[in-house]
Protein backbone atom coordinates (compact mmCIF):
# COMPACT_ATOMS: atom_id res chain seq x y z
CA UNK A 1 0.00 0.00 0.00
CA UNK A 2 2.95 2.54 0.50
CA UNK A 3 4.36 1.63 -2.68
CA UNK A 4 1.30 2.37 -4.48
CA UNK A 5 0.46 5.90 -2.39
CA UNK A 6 3.69 6.80 -2.89
CA UNK A 7 3.57 6.35 -6.66
CA UNK A 8 0.62 8.58 -7.08
CA UNK A 9 2.13 10.93 -5.12
CA UNK A 10 4.20 11.02 -7.30
CA UNK A 11 2.29 10.87 -10.41
CA UNK A 12 -1.11 12.66 -9.06
CA UNK A 13 -4.42 11.84 -10.74
CA UNK A 14 -7.98 12.01 -9.58
CA UNK A 15 -8.43 8.19 -11.16
CA UNK A 16 -5.50 7.02 -9.35
CA UNK A 17 -5.97 8.62 -5.95
CA UNK A 18 -9.68 7.04 -6.44
CA UNK A 19 -8.06 3.24 -7.21
CA UNK A 20 -5.68 4.03 -3.35
CA UNK A 21 -8.66 4.94 -1.24
CA UNK A 22 -10.75 1.66 -2.12
CA UNK A 23 -7.23 -0.53 -1.71
CA UNK A 24 -7.20 1.59 1.39
CA UNK A 25 -10.96 1.00 2.39
CA UNK A 26 -10.59 -2.72 1.71
CA UNK A 27 -7.98 -2.49 4.44
CA UNK A 28 -9.88 -1.21 6.62
CA UNK A 29 -6.67 1.55 6.48
CA UNK A 30 -8.93 4.79 7.03
CA UNK A 31 -5.78 7.15 7.19
CA UNK A 32 -4.92 6.24 3.59
CA UNK A 33 -8.44 6.45 2.11
CA UNK A 34 -8.93 9.38 3.76
CA UNK A 35 -6.27 11.42 2.28
CA UNK A 36 -6.62 9.75 -1.18
CA UNK A 37 -10.53 11.06 -1.00
CA UNK A 38 -9.25 14.25 -0.09
CA UNK A 39 -6.77 13.94 -2.99
CA UNK A 40 -9.78 12.76 -5.60
CA UNK A 41 -11.92 15.52 -3.92
CA UNK A 42 -14.51 12.59 -3.55
CA UNK A 43 -16.63 14.39 -0.77
CA UNK A 44 -18.76 11.53 -0.41
CA UNK A 45 -15.85 9.25 0.37
CA UNK A 46 -14.05 11.78 3.34
CA UNK A 47 -17.75 11.28 4.67
CA UNK A 48 -18.06 7.49 4.56
CA UNK A 49 -14.74 7.38 6.32
CA UNK A 50 -15.46 9.60 9.05
CA UNK A 51 -18.56 7.62 9.32
CA UNK A 52 -16.20 4.60 9.29
CA UNK A 53 -14.31 5.78 12.18
CA UNK A 54 -17.31 6.05 14.27
CA UNK A 55 -18.20 2.44 14.28
CA UNK A 56 -16.82 0.38 17.38
CA UNK A 57 -16.56 -2.90 15.19
CA UNK A 58 -13.92 -4.46 13.15
CA UNK A 59 -16.74 -6.28 11.58
CA UNK A 60 -18.94 -3.57 11.00
CA UNK A 61 -16.63 -1.55 9.13
CA UNK A 62 -15.99 -4.84 6.84
CA UNK A 63 -19.63 -4.84 6.52
CA UNK A 64 -20.12 -1.22 5.50
CA UNK A 65 -16.95 -1.27 3.08
CA UNK A 66 -18.92 -4.29 1.39
CA UNK A 67 -21.98 -2.32 0.92
CA UNK A 68 -20.11 0.33 -0.47
CA UNK A 69 -18.88 -1.35 -3.29
CA UNK A 70 -21.95 -2.70 -3.85
CA UNK A 71 -21.78 -6.15 -2.39
CA UNK A 72 -24.57 -6.56 -0.41
CA UNK A 73 -25.47 -10.03 -0.15
CA UNK A 74 -21.86 -10.31 1.72
CA UNK A 75 -22.67 -7.12 3.80
CA UNK A 76 -25.57 -8.81 5.18
CA UNK A 77 -24.00 -11.97 6.17
CA UNK A 78 -21.15 -10.35 8.38
CA UNK A 79 -24.06 -8.49 10.24
CA UNK A 80 -25.99 -12.08 10.44
CA UNK A 81 -22.08 -13.44 11.62
CA UNK A 82 -22.08 -10.90 14.78
CA UNK A 83 -26.02 -11.76 15.87
CA UNK A 84 -26.96 -8.37 14.23
CA UNK A 85 -29.88 -8.90 12.37
CA UNK A 86 -31.28 -5.24 12.71
CA UNK A 87 -28.46 -3.97 10.90
CA UNK A 88 -28.94 -6.51 8.24
CA UNK A 89 -32.78 -5.39 8.07
CA UNK A 90 -31.47 -1.98 8.03
CA UNK A 91 -29.17 -2.95 5.22
CA UNK A 92 -31.76 -4.08 3.32
CA UNK A 93 -34.62 -1.20 3.86
CA UNK A 94 -32.07 1.10 2.45
CA UNK A 95 -31.93 -0.33 -0.62
CA UNK A 96 -35.37 -0.75 -0.98
CA UNK A 97 -35.65 -4.68 -0.84
CA UNK A 98 -38.59 -5.29 1.20
CA UNK A 99 -38.62 -9.30 -0.23
CA UNK A 100 -35.75 -9.69 1.92
CA UNK A 101 -36.94 -7.39 4.99
CA UNK A 102 -39.83 -9.62 5.25
CA UNK A 103 -37.78 -12.74 5.36
CA UNK A 104 -35.12 -11.48 7.34
CA UNK A 105 -37.91 -10.52 10.04
CA UNK A 106 -39.56 -13.89 9.48
CA UNK A 107 -36.52 -15.80 10.66
CA UNK A 108 -36.66 -13.77 14.35
CA UNK A 109 -34.86 -10.28 13.18
CA UNK A 110 -37.83 -7.62 13.97
CA UNK A 111 -41.29 -6.93 14.96
CA UNK A 112 -44.83 -6.68 13.64
CA UNK A 113 -44.70 -3.28 12.62
CA UNK A 114 -42.04 -3.67 11.01
CA UNK A 115 -43.37 -6.86 8.95
CA UNK A 116 -46.81 -4.43 7.85
CA UNK A 117 -44.50 -1.83 7.01
CA UNK A 118 -42.51 -4.23 4.60
CA UNK A 119 -45.59 -5.90 3.20
CA UNK A 120 -47.23 -2.68 2.66
CA UNK A 121 -44.28 -1.86 0.51
CA UNK A 122 -44.36 -4.81 -1.40
CA UNK A 123 -47.57 -4.55 -2.10
CA UNK A 124 -47.24 -0.54 -3.43
CA UNK A 125 -44.22 -2.34 -5.47
CA UNK A 126 -46.64 -4.09 -7.45
CA UNK A 127 -49.55 -1.52 -7.37
CA UNK A 128 -47.03 0.80 -9.48
CA UNK A 129 -46.35 -1.99 -11.82
CA UNK A 130 -50.17 -2.65 -12.43
CA UNK A 131 -50.14 -6.07 -10.77
CA UNK A 132 -53.15 -5.88 -8.52
CA UNK A 133 -54.05 -9.50 -7.45
CA UNK A 134 -50.61 -9.24 -6.01
CA UNK A 135 -50.99 -6.50 -4.09
CA UNK A 136 -54.23 -7.29 -2.91
CA UNK A 137 -52.35 -10.20 -1.47
CA UNK A 138 -49.71 -7.95 0.72
CA UNK A 139 -52.22 -5.13 1.40
CA UNK A 140 -54.24 -7.82 3.06
CA UNK A 141 -51.28 -9.55 5.26
CA UNK A 142 -50.85 -5.49 6.26
CA UNK A 143 -54.33 -4.81 6.51
CA UNK A 144 -54.41 -1.51 5.08
CA UNK A 145 -58.00 -1.74 3.98
CA UNK A 146 -57.84 1.91 2.07
CA UNK A 147 -55.34 0.40 -0.21
CA UNK A 148 -57.24 -3.17 -0.40
CA UNK A 149 -60.49 -1.01 -1.44
CA UNK A 150 -58.73 0.99 -4.54
CA UNK A 151 -57.45 -2.23 -5.56
CA UNK A 152 -60.71 -4.48 -5.32
CA UNK A 153 -62.11 -1.42 -7.53
CA UNK A 154 -59.37 -1.29 -9.98
CA UNK A 155 -60.02 -5.37 -10.43
CA UNK A 156 -63.44 -5.20 -10.32
CA UNK A 157 -63.78 -7.34 -7.64
CA UNK A 158 -67.07 -5.97 -6.29
CA UNK A 159 -67.75 -9.48 -4.17
CA UNK A 160 -64.37 -8.33 -2.01
CA UNK A 161 -65.24 -4.96 -1.98
CA UNK A 162 -68.75 -5.61 -0.46
CA UNK A 163 -66.96 -7.97 2.35
CA UNK A 164 -64.60 -5.53 3.26
CA UNK A 165 -67.47 -2.76 3.27
CA UNK A 166 -69.37 -5.29 5.90
CA UNK A 167 -66.26 -5.41 7.97
CA UNK A 168 -65.81 -2.28 8.61
CA UNK A 169 -67.27 -0.35 11.50
CA UNK A 170 -69.95 2.10 11.72
CA UNK A 171 -69.32 5.81 10.54
CA UNK A 172 -65.69 4.68 9.21
CA UNK A 173 -64.26 7.31 6.78
CA UNK A 174 -63.40 4.89 4.50
CA UNK A 175 -67.38 3.42 3.51
CA UNK A 176 -67.98 6.91 1.69
CA UNK A 177 -65.29 6.40 -0.54
CA UNK A 178 -66.42 2.49 -1.19
CA UNK A 179 -70.29 3.84 -1.75
CA UNK A 180 -68.56 6.54 -4.10
CA UNK A 181 -66.91 3.45 -5.64
CA UNK A 182 -70.56 1.31 -6.33
CA UNK A 183 -72.21 4.34 -7.36
CA UNK A 184 -69.58 5.10 -9.81
CA UNK A 185 -70.40 1.59 -11.75
CA UNK A 186 -74.04 1.65 -10.83
CA UNK A 187 -74.45 -0.46 -7.88
CA UNK A 188 -76.46 0.95 -6.32
CA UNK A 189 -77.82 -1.68 -3.42
CA UNK A 190 -74.05 -1.52 -2.14
CA UNK A 191 -73.27 2.16 -2.65
CA UNK A 192 -76.83 2.69 -0.01
CA UNK A 193 -75.55 0.75 2.17
CA UNK A 194 -72.00 2.14 2.40
CA UNK A 195 -73.68 5.48 2.86
CA UNK A 196 -76.17 4.53 5.71
Request: aromatic share 12%; glycine share 6%; with cysteine.
Given at each position: ?5 Q ?5 P ?18 G ?51 D ?19 Q??Q ?56 K ?9 P ?11 V ?11
Amino acid sequence: MKDAYQFVEDNPHPRLWRIVAEAALEQLNFGVADKAFVMSSDYQGIQFVKRLKKLDDKVKQKAEVSAYFKRFDEAEQLYREIDRKDLAIELRMRLGDWFRVVQLVQSGGGDDSLLSLSWNKIGDYYADRQKWSKAVHYYAQAKNVERLVDCYYILEDYDSLEKLMSSLGEGDPLLTNIGEKFASVGISEHAVKAYL
